[in-house]
């Protein structure tokens, strides 16, 4: 791996990747996809452009956002994308997706939900 001269660790490196399309995951577990336009000390992040990504199973919806700041307390990961490589994911539309989000929750419910539905039948019982 090459590391630019000098190799600035932090958030400081993201200014390398001003103006380039970025992939960031949020601690809550989203997805942004966007132009990075501006980062500061604290690792705030002004995206353009911003699409959020939601996947299911082989599936992903992009749901348009504009343009975000998003603080750098809530970044968990930030790096550039390259959508010339094949990801072998099928991008659908949202009323697909959600008919799709549907049938796979039907199968595989949450496990949260599972324990309540465990709970209930031995109240029940």
Not at 42 to 69: H, P, S, W
Not at 72 to 94: F, K
Request: hydrophobic share 35%.
């Amino acid at each position: 791996m090459d590391l630019p001269d000098p190799y600035l660790p932090g958030a400081i490196s993201l200014f390398e990747q001003l103006d380039k399309k970025l992939l960031v995951v949020l601690r809550d577990g989203r997805k942004l996809i966007g132009y990075l336009r501006s980062i500061d000390q604290f690792a705030n992040l002004i995206l353009e452009d911003v699409v959020e990504r939601t996947f299911v199973e082989k599936y992903f919806c992009e749901t348009g956002q504009g343009f975000m700041l998003i603080r750098g307390e809530n970044v968990e990961l930030a790096g550039e994308i390259d959508d010339s490589i094949p990801t072998g994911l099928t991008q659908v539309s949202p009323e697909e997706f959600r008919r799709i989000e549907d049938e796979y929750l039907a199968k595989n419910p949450p496990k949260f939900l599972k324990r309540q539905a465990e709970k209930t039948e031995e109240h029940e019982a």
